[in-house]
């Protein structure tokens, strides 16, 4: 049982390091995480049911998770070579959607949750 808490500890620490690199390294993780600071403060002000507010709160870790596997595939792709290659940059384009894609996901649901909420209120 203590090999299975150490290896759970072990994953903790591994998880938590790679953010911290993605956090100094990466500027749009700042930007994503201050943007899941002002949306969580709404989350938790507006008259949201339970579900609505887990949505949106899940939405933006999500992002948060999105843009760590961004960033492992730039480095991945950096590290087998920094020469510029096709399949490389489509690589890289196509983590960075990824990004932007679960973006827009979570702001649609923050859409037809707020148009929800108007609704009731108007």
């Known amino acids: 049982m203590w090999n299975q808490i ?18 100094r390294t990466e500027g749009s993780l700042s930007q994503w995480l201050v943007a899941n600071a ?11 049911t339970g579900a609505e507010r887990a949505i949106v709160l899940m939405g ?3 992002v948060l998770g999105v843009e760590c596997m961004n960033t492992a595939v730039e480095r991945v792709v950096d590290d087998i ?7 490389a940059k489509q690589a890289k384009d196509a983590a960075s959607a990824a990004v932007a894609l679960s973006g827009i996901a979570v702001g649609v ?14």
């Open 38 to 48: 002002v949306f969580g403060v709404l989350a938790f002000v507006l008259p949201l």
């Open 60 to 62: 933006g870790i999500f």
């Open 109 to 122: 649901a923050w859409v037809c949750i707020l148009w929800s909420v108007w609704g009731k209120i108007a």
């Open 81 to 87: 070579s920094t020469d510029k290659r096709d399949l």
């Open 6 to 23: 150490n290896r759970i500890k072990l994953r903790a620490v591994w998880s938590w390091e790679g953010f911290v690199h993605v956090y």
